[in-house]
């Protein structure tokens, strides 16, 4: 069954560094690091904290948690946006998966990240564009 798994926030808001676990065990960690040129912008970077995994953050965990996982980081995100709703701009990119080569195209990740990044940053309000690998998600100006 899809959840939301519970997750630490941030105890000042804008540092912007959350924490949860799956069922199976398996810590995460959500960042929104402020860009030094415009503090109102931010790149999302979320990965795996256990030791397990030997440091690798972006692994593959194969626990069949996927779906609840992206719920809570979406959740997380909506979060972030309450408590920071002056934030404009945000980036992400997803790492190349095992045997996939960096190259100037989306990975299978950053293509699985932008369709959840349409059910959290709704068309009438953001503009989501991709440059290779990067997406990019600005908030509309008010006409």
Do not use: C
């Not at 630490?8 to 040129?37: C, H, L």
């Not at 404009?88 to 080569?101: Q, S």
């Not at 195209?105 to 990067?134: C, D, M, Q």
């Amino acid at each position: 069954m899809l959840k939301v798994f519970p997750y630490q926030t941030p105890a000042i808001p804008s540092s912007g560094i959350y924490y949860f676990e799956s069922d199976a065990g398996v810590q995460y960690e959500v960042r929104f690091g402020r860009k030094q040129s415009d503090i109102l912008s931010v790149n999302i970077v979320f990965g795996v904290r256990n030791d397990e995994y030997d440091g690798e953050e972006y692994t593959l965990t194969n626990k069949g948690e996927f779906y609840s996982v992206m719920l809570t980081i979406e959740s997380i995100i909506n979060d972030f946006l309450a408590n920071n709703p002056n934030i404009h701009a945000i980036e992400f990119a997803g790492e190349p998966a095992g045997g996939e080569e960096e190259n100037d195209l989306p990975t299978k990740r950053t293509k699985v990240y932008i369709r959840h990044a349409h059910r959290i940053f709704p068309s009438e309000y953001w503009k989501i564009t991709t440059n290779g690998n990067k997406v990019s998600i600005e908030r509309r100006k008010n006409d």
